[in-house]
């Protein structure tokens, strides 16, 4: 399994055990607050070899210095973490007097009809579900953003699922909201394979020190598989789910903070707004027109790797349809990852990005997709429109060729 050698939330986690509550503690406690901030330091200092341009690590450190100086603590001394109390369920970081401004819909649309809230997922392969209600696969391998705008960005990484294989999943999710008035300040958020924690990096489970902090809140659904962030200073809510060894990712967002950008001809690569570049989508249609001229499956540009033993078109089909009745395009998705990785958990990755869309789409009637999409923008093009009995027919002729 490939996993990050940078093993900065290993320390934010253990700093965050230690410190449970530790923001209100009394003066006879700083001491043991500066002894677990001195041994956070080192494990910072541990793996900082590894760590370089990783943005939750930067975060971390200068979140260190700064509490450093908040509370007093000398850089030298002892650093074995104690247990320090924890607050009292309720007793948090919650502050119900959260000033207007720090809740979208009471602050922007005071005097005018309730925002347009829109919906971009990501999942499997990876699959993409753009603000649009464009879906596409993808192929996007390494880090690309999802979403770039004045409030908050959010980046992904895609690994290979299999070796010398162009099928990809993400094994890693940076989100960085930006500090905003006095509601929230600057809070990084990141999560990797089999590491989904329930905290900010620098370990807090709100917007900061702010009047308005409790617009922004962290909720752990399921220990280690499940998160919900609330901003309801822009009245954002986001999904990230590890599924098996790979990160699923949703997000409810109103139109006008998804179209707040500084310049938008800038935002060629937002591929929740924009899509994936050609060149990175799964061209099915490429599929057709290599075994026609060919006369066996073979794609131009991303390849598809040797199908897995595990599933054939028809087991996948009836494994997808144990939790997936509808054939739409996340039924279609779910066929294409079993046949493509054999891995049972990307069928669960599509169930559960499904069941996110439920949650978070604003128009129920547009639920369900069945047919991709074409889309024509600057810098960006989808992929022509294919019918997903089409897609997955020529999927079943490109294994049987390959066999």
């Known amino acids: 399994m490939m996993t990050s050698p940078c093993k900065i939330l290993k320390c934010n986690s253990e700093f965050w055990a230690a410190t449970s509550g530790s923001h209100h503690l009394g003066a006879?406690?700083?001491?043991?607050?500066?002894?677990?901030?001195?041994?956070?330091?080192?494990?910072?200092?541990?793996?900082?070899?590894?760590?370089?341009?990783?943005?939750?690590?930067?975060?971390?450190?200068?979140?260190?210095?700064?509490?450093?100086?908040?509370?007093?603590?000398?850089?030298?001394?002892?650093?074995?973490?104690?247990?320090?109390?924890?607050?009292?369920?309720?007793?948090?970081?919650?502050?119900?007097?959260?000033?207007?401004?720090?809740?979208?819909?009471?602050?922007?649309?005071?005097?005018?009809?309730?925002?347009?809230?829109?919906?971009?997922?990501?999942?499997?392969?990876?699959?993409?579900?753009?603000?649009?209600?464009?879906?596409?696969?993808?192929?996007?391998?390494?880090?690309?953003?999802?979403?770039?705008?004045?409030?908050?960005?959010?980046?992904?990484?895609?690994?290979?699922?299999?070796?010398?294989?162009?099928?990809?999943?993400?094994?890693?999710?940076?989100?960085?909201?930006?500090?905003?008035?006095?509601?929230?300040?600057?809070?990084?958020?990141?999560?990797?394979?089999?590491?989904?924690?329930?905290?900010?990096?620098?370990?807090?489970?709100?917007?900061?020190?702010?009047?308005?902090?409790?617009?922004?809140?962290?909720?752990?659904?399921?220990?280690?598989?499940?998160?919900?962030?609330?901003?309801?200073?822009?009245?954002?809510?986001?999904?990230?789910?590890?599924?098996?060894?790979?990160?699923t990712f949703a997000v409810r967002m109103p139109e006008e903070v998804v179209n707040a950008v500084e310049d938008r001809d800038s935002q060629g690569l937002y591929l929740c707004l924009r899509g994936c570049p050609l060149n990175q989508q799964i061209d099915f249609q490429a599929i057709r027109s290599a075994q026609a001229t060919e006369g066996r499956a073979r794609r131009k540009g991303p390849s598809l790797p040797a199908p897995p033993e595990a599933f054939t078109y028809e087991t996948a089909t009836a494994k997808c349809r144990e939790k997936l009745p509808v054939e739409d395009l996340y039924f279609q998705s779910c066929v294409f990852d079993l046949l493509t990785t054999g891995d049972v958990n990307f069928m669960l990755a599509a169930y559960y990005a499904f069941e996110d869309v439920k949650m978070l789409h604003s128009n129920k009637d547009k639920l369900h997709l069945y047919e991709r999409t074409r889309v024509l923008t600057p810098g960006n093009t989808a992929p022509t429109g294919t019918h997903p009995t089409l897609w997955v027919a020529l999927l079943c002729l490109c294994w049987l060729c390959l066999l």
């Open 28 to 247: 006879e406690e700083a001491p043991e607050f500066c002894t677990a901030l001195r041994a956070y330091a080192h494990c910072t200092r541990r793996t900082a070899r590894t760590c370089r341009g990783d943005l939750a690590y930067h975060s971390a450190v200068h979140g260190i210095d700064d509490l450093m100086v908040q509370h007093n603590c000398s850089k030298d001394g002892p650093t074995s973490q104690p247990r320090l109390r924890t607050l009292p369920p309720g007793d948090s970081q919650e502050r119900s007097d959260s000033p207007e401004i720090c809740h979208y819909e009471k602050s922007f649309h005071k005097h005018s009809a309730a925002p347009n809230y829109t919906h971009c997922g990501l999942f499997g392969d990876p699959h993409l579900r753009t603000f649009t209600d464009t879906f596409q696969t993808c192929k996007v391998q390494g880090a690309w953003p999802l979403i770039d705008n004045n409030y908050l960005n959010v980046q992904v990484t895609n690994t290979p699922v299999l070796p010398g294989s162009s099928a990809t999943a993400t094994s890693k999710l940076t989100i960085i909201f930006k500090s905003f008035q006095e509601c929230v300040d600057q809070k990084v958020y990141q999560a990797e394979m089999d590491e989904l924690p329930a905290a900010f990096v620098d370990g807090s489970k709100n917007g900061g020190d702010k009047h308005g902090a409790n617009s922004l809140k962290i909720t752990e659904k399921v220990s280690g598989q499940h998160i919900e962030i609330q901003a309801k200073y822009i009245g954002t809510t986001i999904v990230v789910r590890q599924v098996g060894r790979y990160l």
